[in-house]
């Protein structure tokens, strides 16, 4: 009933920039905190940025300054802009919210399917 969906991934030569969507949509009450995570195989999954519903974000160290997490809350929408790509940046990448269905004191963390970002050196 609460879905996120991910999409902008793909393939990017080092130093190029992707862009990253995450469009929340169901029986949405309120958006609470959002965020990107990602995960390379073999490794545990990491902090990429979050931002809050008043804005204030957090990355983050290894994409400090080369990444941008902006969402609007009019459209129940996140996006991740990611610059300067590193091959060490490839893993598939996770949006998640802490979403208070409508209607309800329904509150829990949501997740989407992922979407593989893949940087060549």
């Known amino acids: 009933q609460v879905q996120l969906v991910e999409s902008g991934g793909g393939l990017v030569q080092a130093g190029g920039s992707l862009r990253l969507t995450c469009a929340a949509s169901?029986?949405?009450?309120?958006?609470?905190?959002m965020g990107w995570y990602r995960q390379a195989p073999g490794e545990p999954r990491e902090l990429v940025a979050v931002?809050?519903?008043?804005?204030?974000?957090n990355y983050g160290d290894s994409v400090k300054g080369r990444f941008t997490i902006h969402r609007d809350n009019a459209k129940n929408t996140m996006y991740l802009q990611m610059n300067s790509l590193k091959p060490e940046d490839t893993a598939v990448y996770y949006c998640a919210a802490n979403i208070r269905k409508r209607l309800t004191t329904d509150t829990r963390d949501y997740w989407g399917q992922g979407t593989q970002v893949t940087v060549s050196s």
């Open positions: 931002i809050a519903s008043g804005g204030s974000t």
């Open positions: 169901g029986r949405i009450g309120t958006i609470n905190t």
